[in-house]
């Protein structure tokens, strides 16, 4: 970490990339949803896409507490 005169903390931007890749997947996710919802009129793209995202957190939130319950053995 560096620190300026009155000691405010700079960021390093190299730790940064990886929220960079996570906003890119992000993003690109939604232009092909808006786009495939104009071109094609698919309008259960975007509901898909949500239920999508919470059956992966939920699947990523069961085995981080399965991973947890083993490590307290």
């Known amino acids: 970490m560096?620190?300026?005169r009155i000691g405010i903390v700079y960021l390093?931007?190299?730790f940064m990339a990886l929220n960079y890749i996570w906003?890119?997947?992000?993003?690109?996710?939604?232009?092909?949803a808006a786009v495939r919802s104009?071109?094609?009129g698919d309008t259960q793209l975007f509901t898909?896409?949500?239920?999508?995202?919470?059956?992966?957190?939920?699947?990523?939130f069961e085995i981080s507490l399965g991973l947890?319950?083993?490590l307290a053995l």
């Open 38 to 40: 104009i071109l094609l």
């Open 23 to 32: 906003i890119g997947f992000f993003l690109t996710a939604f232009a092909v």
């Open 2 to 4: 560096r620190y300026n």
């Open 12 to 14: 390093n931007h190299s």
């Open 68 to 70: 947890t319950g083993v």
């Open 48 to 60: 898909d896409i949500v239920n999508a995202t919470f059956a992966s957190a939920r699947t990523g």
